[in-house]
């Protein structure tokens, strides 16, 4: 079969939305490559061994590239992703040089492609990230081990926004907790959850590919009698009262459902939200705050910000 390689070169900021566009034009996975990613000076905290080689990365900006099936829609298919993308600028995004590469590629170099960017991270304390295609033996006691396929999935887990929130669901989770997870993509964050100990967890996506690469990774996880997946509309779908409710997605979606978090969660839950560019974390924050959130902490991570509020009052 023949595939067609579509590469983007935009921002960072516009990189989650370019994104999530292939993903609704039916890409199952994306490949991101960050002119930053060379300069990360790393502390290794986590034991991660990184070598990157420069010239696998643009000089400037980012370049998101997806893989689409060689067929009569694919001409189509490609005018509404450049419709799509030209129309972020309204929603407050610069998208940069936003100039578009296609090549094709045999299926058997495109799983390839895939393969040569992810090997096996540790992205927290406890959490290792792991292809699904990779060996890997544990050196933690403790450590907990997330299979994914970035070929059935929206990404690798190691994105800084899904990093900060896998964290936070590190540190506050508890056993027995009900979390809904909020775009759940690839499903990484709700596996995560079930394996701290949460009974229930809410996986809500509104992408029917999201849904179906969800559910395929949290069976290869074996948390499938705690998640389920659904598709669903942000929290229109949830009439549980949840714990902690989790989100990485873009911040104006966050502000858009902020005031239904606090209507579901009851005194000292806990909403905690990423896919926030540095620049919008205080217009983010001011609205957790009038939505009756205190701002427990605040984490930066590569230009991209979490935040974690704390309901302040009764349902």
């Known amino acids: 079969m023949k595939w067609s390689e579509i590469a983007i070169h935009t921002t960072h900021e516009a990189t989650e939305a370019v ?3 292939f993903h609704e034009a039916g890409a199952s996975g994306v490949i991101i490559e960050d002119s930053r990613e060379p300069d990360i000076e790393r502390e290794n905290v986590f034991g991660e061994i990184v070598e990157l080689d420069r010239k696998d990365y643009p000089s400037e900006g980012v370049i998101v590239k997806a893989y689409l099936p060689v067929n009569s829609f694919l001409i189509e298919t490609i005018k509404d992703i450049e419709q799509s993308i030209a129309e ?6 610069d998208v940069g040089l936003n100039k578009m590469q296609t090549s094709e590629v045999d299926e058997e ?7 040569q960017y992810y090997h096996p991270v540790k992205i927290s304390g406890r959490f290792t990230i792991v292809p699904s295609w990779e060996e890997y033996t544990p050196v933690e006691s403790d450590e907990l081990i997330v299979e994914l396929d ?3 999935a929206f990404g690798t887990g190691t994105h800084p926004t899904t990093v900060m929130c896998m964290q936070a669901l590190e540190k506050y989770v508890k056993k027995d907790d009900v979390v809904v997870d909020v775009g759940t993509g690839s499903g990484v964050l709700s596996i995560g959850a079930a394996m701290l100990g949460a009974k229930q967890v809410h996986a809500l996506d509104l992408d029917e590919v999201a849904v179906t690469a969800a559910k395929e990774n949290i069976v290869v996880n074996k948390v499938e009698d705690v ?15 949840p714990d902690v409710i989790v989100a990485n997605i873009l911040a104006d979606v966050i502000m858009s459902f902020s005031q239904d ?3 579901l969660l009851p005194k000292d839950g806990l909403f905690i939200v ?12 001011d609205d957790l705050i009038a939505k009756g959130f205190d701002i427990v902490e605040s984490v930066l991570m590569e230009d991209w910000v979490a935040l974690i509020g704390k309901k302040t009052g009764d349902a």
């Open 261 to 263: 978090a606090a209507s």
């Open 150 to 152: 970035p070929g059935m």
């Open 227 to 241: 998640v389920d997946v659904t598709k669903g509309n942000l929290l229109d779908s949830i009439h549980v009262k």
């Open 88 to 93: 972020l600028p309204k929603y407050g995004l």
């Open 19 to 21: 994104a999530n566009i």
């Open 109 to 115: 170099d495109w799983a390839t492609a895939w393969k």
């Open 274 to 285: 990423s896919g926030i560019i540095e620049e919008k974390r205080d217009e983010v924050k």
